[in-house]
Nanobody
């Protein structure tokens, strides 16, 4: 089993920044996929950004140019730097990691952007 602990969420004004972190622990083999997803009230969960073990990244069109995903393999940690936040970025943000033995999700961290 892999445990994920997210942190860094909170309340911020529009135009502000936040940095989310997700630390993986437990039976870690090779986290070849690490990503951030979000779910706003009444909406489906959607991919925000993802990064592979090789460093390839993928972003939702709505966050391109504003959010940056990165990872520290030595610390089994994935980060999401969020700049120029908008009210529509308000959601619960979830970390997801995938390895050979499984697909794991964090408990989520709330991000609220006030306009």
């Amino acid at each position: 089993q892999v445990q994920l602990v997210e942190s860094g969420g909170g309340l911020v004004q529009a135009g502000g920044s936040l940095r989310l972190s997700c630390v993986a622990s437990g039976s870690i083999l090779s986290l070849y996929y690490m990503g951030w997803y979000r779910q706003a009230p009444g909406k489906q969960r959607e991919l925000v950004a993802a990064i592979t073990s090789g460093g390839s990244t993928n972003y939702a069109d709505s966050v391109k140019g504003r959010f940056t995903i990165s990872r520290d393999n030595a610390k089994n940690t994935v980060y999401l730097q969020m700049n120029s936040l908008k009210s529509e970025d308000t959601a619960v943000y979830y970390c997801r990691v995938v390895q050979v033995r499984g697909d794991y999700w964090g408990q989520g961290t709330q991000v609220t952007v006030s306009s």
